[in-house]
C-alpha cells in the first residue's frame, strides 16, 4: 500500500501546482457518443462510458480486496486515492494530497492541477472519493469521482490548453459530513477561495432508477448543464434536497460559484418523473443508497454516460 508523498497545507498545494507549467502532448479521445450526442457538444470530446465503468471496477475490486468497503480511514480509501493519483500523474497532471484528521483517522483529499490556465481563473471539478463503511460505494460516489477523473484524462489526452486553468479534486471523508472538502476550503485562505471562479460538484451520478437533476446555485453554471441536457432532449429538475448535503457546500458558504448534478438518493421517483425519465415510479433513485449492494451493478449505464459527458461539456463550457 503506498502512502501518499508527504501532504501540502492547502496555500502551498494551490500555490505551487499552479506554478508549474509543462507542454502536454496531444492525443485521441477513445470510444465516440452517437453522433446526436456528440453534435449537442461541439467542443468538448465524449467520454467513453467504457472507460468510466473501468474505473468503476477497478474501485469494487478495491473494495472487495478491503473488507468490502472504500470509507475514510480504511485502506480501501488508500487504495482508491493512490489509483486514481497513478492515472493522474501518468497523465502529466500535478498532482498533491492533503491530510487532514477526523474521528482521530487520518483523512487524505487528492487535488490534480493541469498546468496552463490563468492562475487567477480556476474551474474545479471534484467528487467524495470516500464510501460508507457499509458497502462499496460504486454509486455514491465511485460514479461522480470516475466521471471527473475520465474528464480528466480526457483534457490530457486532447491535449486542451483553456484560458482559465483547470482543477480537479477527490474529497475525502464526505460521508462524515463534508470534512475533507471543508478542510480544503478552511485551508485555501480568501486570495486563494476568489481565484475559483466556478467549483463543480458530481456526488450520485449514475443512480439504477436515474433522475436527472441540476443544482441550482450558481445561475451560469446552472445554464450550462440545463443546457447540455437540453441538446439531448432531456428535461432536468433542479436539485433542492441537496443543498448543503455535499462537497459543493463549504465553497458555497466561502463564495464560490458551484454547481453540480445528481441522478438521486434514497427519495422515491414520481409517476411524472417517471413518464419524463423512464425507470420506476415510487421506488428510490437508489434503493442501495448507503448499502452493501452499492456495487458495479448499483448503475445505470445510461445515466453514468450523460452525465459524464455533461461533466465535459461543462468544464470545456466554463474554462474557454
Ligand atoms: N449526501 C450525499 C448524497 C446526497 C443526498 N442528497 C443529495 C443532494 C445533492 C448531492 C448529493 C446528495 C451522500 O450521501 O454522499
Ligand atoms: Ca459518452
Ligand atoms: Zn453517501
Ligand atoms: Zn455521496
Not at 482521530?104 to 480556476?122: C, F, H, M, S
Amino acid at each position: 500500500m503506498k502512502l501518499p508523498q508527504s501532504p501540502l497545507s492547502g496555500r502551498a498545494l494551490a500555490a505551487g501546482a499552479v506554478a508549474v507549467a509543462t507542454l502536454m502532448t496531444g492525443g485521441s479521445v477513445a470510444g465516440s457518443a452517437s453522433a446526436s450526442e456528440s453534435a449537442a457538444v461541439a467542443d468538448a470530446p465524449d467520454i467513453p462510458i467504457a472507460n468510466v465503468k473501468a474505473h468503476l471496477t477497478q474501485l469494487q475490486s478495491i473494495a472487495t480486496a478491503n473488507g468490502g468497503n472504500r470509507a475514510h480511514g480504511r485502506p480501501g480509501y488508500q487504495a482508491s486515492l493512490d489509483y486514481i493519483r497513478a492515472k493522474l500523474d501518468d497523465a502529466g497532471f500535478t498532482t498533491g494530497v492533503q491530510e487532514f484528521t477526523a474521528s482521530g483517522r487520518t483523512g487524505y483529499n487528492l487535488v490534480a492541477d493541469w498546468p496552463g490556465g490563468d492562475a487567477d481563473q480556476i474551474v474545479m471539478s471534484g467528487a467524495h472519493l470516500d464510501s460508507v463503511a457499509s458497502g462499496p460505494g460504486i454509486n455514491d460516489n465511485g460514479s461522480g469521482s470516475s466521471a471527473v477523473l475520465e474528464t480528466a484524462l480526457a483534457v490530457a489526452r486532447s491535449g486542451y490548453q483553456p484560458a482559465k486553468h483547470l482543477r480537479f479534486a477527490w474529497w475525502g471523508a464526505e460521508e462524515l459530513g463534508l470534512v475533507g472538502s471543508r478542510h480544503y476550503v478552511d485551508n485555501l485562505g480568501a486570495a486563494d477561495r476568489e481565484k475559483i471562479s466556478g467549483y463543480l460538484n458530481f456526488d450520485m451520478i449514475g443512480s439504477p432508477n436515474p433522475g436527472y437533476f441540476v443544482y441550482d446555485d450558481d445561475p451560469t453554471i446552472e445554464k450550462t448543464f440545463k443546457d447540455y441536457f437540453a441538446g439531448l432532449g432531456i428535461t432536468t429538475e433542479i436539485e433542492t434536497e441537496g443543498d448543503g448535503r455535499s462537497d459543493h457546500a463549504p465553497f458555497k458558504n466561502a463564495g464560490v460559484p458551484v454547481g453540480g448534478l445528481f441522478s438521486g438518493a434514497d427519495y422515491r421517483k414520481t409517476s411524472a418523473q417517471a413518464a419524463e425519465w423512464g425507470g420506476t415510479v415510487g421506488e428510490p433513485f437508489d434503493p442501495c443508497y448507503h448499502s452493501s449492494c452499492d456495487t458495479t451493478a448499483n448503475i445505470d449505464d445510461t445515466a453514468l454516460d450523460r452525465n459524464s459527458d455533461a461533466v465535459a461539456y461543462a468544464v470545456w463550457e466554463l474554462s474557454q
